[in-house]
Nanobody, 121 residues
Framework: QVQLVESGGGLVQPGGSLRLTCAASGSIGFINTMGWYRQAPGKQRELVAAITSGGTTDYADSVKGRFTISRDNAKNTVYLQMNSLRPEDTAVYSC???????????????WGQGTQVTVSS
């Protein structure tokens, strides 16, 4: 099995920063794309940022220039540095990874449990 565990959420004032971490563990052969999604109350889940194993990144327009996604392939870990946070960034942030398990031929998406980010004064 594969597990994704997020950390780093919390309460921050507008304009502040947070760094989210998601570590994947278990029977991992290879991880392709890793990403961060968020879901605010009453809204649909949306992609925040994603990064391939080769380092190509993609961002939602609403976070470009403020958030930075990065990963450490040796540690199967992805990070999301969030700067200049706004109240509208408040949401549950979840990590996602496209994984090929050891000995498997196919790929599967796994999700973390989510971490709350609240931006408020």
């Amino acid at each position: 099995q594969v597990q994704l565990v997020e950390s780093g959420g919390g309460l921050v004032q507008p304009g502040g920063s947070l760094r989210l971490t998601c570590a994947a563990s278990g029977s991992i052969g290879f991880i392709n794309t890793m990403g961060w999604y968020r879901q605010a109350p009453g809204k649909q889940r949306e992609l925040v940022a994603a990064i391939t194993s080769g380092g190509t990144t993609d961002y939602a327009d609403s976070v470009k220039g403020r958030f930075t996604i990065s990963r450490d392939n040796a540690k199967n870990t992805v990070y999301l540095q969030m700067n200049s946070l706004r109240p509208e960034d408040t949401a549950v942030y979840s990590c996602n990874a496209n994984v090929r398990r050891l000995g498997a031929l196919g790929w599967r998406y796994y999700w973390g449990q989510g971490t709350q980010v609240t931006v408020s004064s």
